[in-house]
């Protein structure tokens, strides 16, 4: 069964601090992987894409990785600020059919003062 | 403002009413896509048009839902004999892609319904 598992379900830390979210993956084939931030009460956001041959990916602050080999992939936030407090989305893109980006239930993430 | 568009941003409806909920995509997005989201939940799949074709449903949509894109640019989203479970966040998403590949989603800011 095509599944994507986020870990932990949230997390609290002080702004400044350094921060990594999990997502673990059975989706197959595999396409891409995104994170996604989401805002409350609005859309998400993409933040980043790989794809199966990338490892890395970095936007600003935010560093995603991938190992394919294990279907691991984490975000990592440096330097936390107060705007980062959202609940941070990894989607896998994959499987067979016209549709298929399996959502994961998200991380919520607040960043305090 | 180019992005994907919702209307209405809030619902406030009666147990058994009908609603209705618009999106509009990108404008040169070819794929859209329903989600519906409730507290504390990621994002769950409900149907994707593309143009003006739907080509998959979730089991989540019941016959009270129907979606259209009559025109393969907006949507609606109608929900008939509202239930209170109904009350969740809806989702759009566009995308520009082929009959192939996942390309990104572009998120609208959501439709928020409340069913009393």
């Known amino acids: 069964k095509n599944q994507v598992e986020q870990s932990p379900q949230s997390l609290i830390i002080l702004e400044g601090k350094n921060c990594t979210l999990q997502?673990?993956?059975?989706?197959?084939?595999?396409?891409?992987l995104r994170w996604y931030k989401q805002d409350t009460g609005r859309g998400p956001v993409s933040l980043t894409i790989?794809?199966?041959?990338?490892n890395t990916k970095s936007n600003g602050r935010y560093t995603a990785t991938l190992d394919a080999d294990t279907k691991q992939s984490s975000l990592h936030i440096t330097a936390s600020q107060l705007s980062d407090s959202a609940s941070y989305i990894c989607?896998?893109?994959?499987?067979?059919?016209?549709?298929?980006?399996?959502f994961g239930t998200g991380t919520r993430l607040k960043v305090l003062a | 403002d180019t992005g994907v568009s919702q209307n209405p941003r809030h619902k406030i409806t009666k147990r058994g009413q009908n609603v209705t909920f618009r999106c509009d995509p990108i404008?040169?997005?070819?794929?859209l896509y329903w989600y519906r989201q409730t507290l504390g939940q990621g994002p769950e799949f409900l149907t994707y048009?593309?143009?003006?074709?739907?080509?998959?449903k979730s089991r989540l949509l019941s016959d009270r839902f129907s979606a259209e894109r009559p025109k393969g640019s907006f949507s609606t989203l109608e929900i008939q004999r509202t239930e209170q479970g109904d009350s969740a966040m809806y989702l759009c998403?566009?995308?520009?892609?082929?009959?192939?590949?996942?390309?990104?989603?572009?998120f609208g800011p959501g439709t928020r319904l409340t069913v009393l």
């Open positions: 998403a566009s995308s520009l892609g082929g009959t192939s590949g996942r390309p990104q989603q572009f």
């Open positions: 997502c673990n993956y059975t989706v197959s084939p595999f396409s891409n």
């Open positions: 790989m794809t199966f041959s990338e």
């Open positions: 989607v896998v893109s994959g499987g067979s059919g016209t549709y298929k980006y399996i």
């Open positions: 404008s040169e997005h070819n794929r």
């Open positions: 048009f593309q143009n003006e074709a739907q080509l998959e």
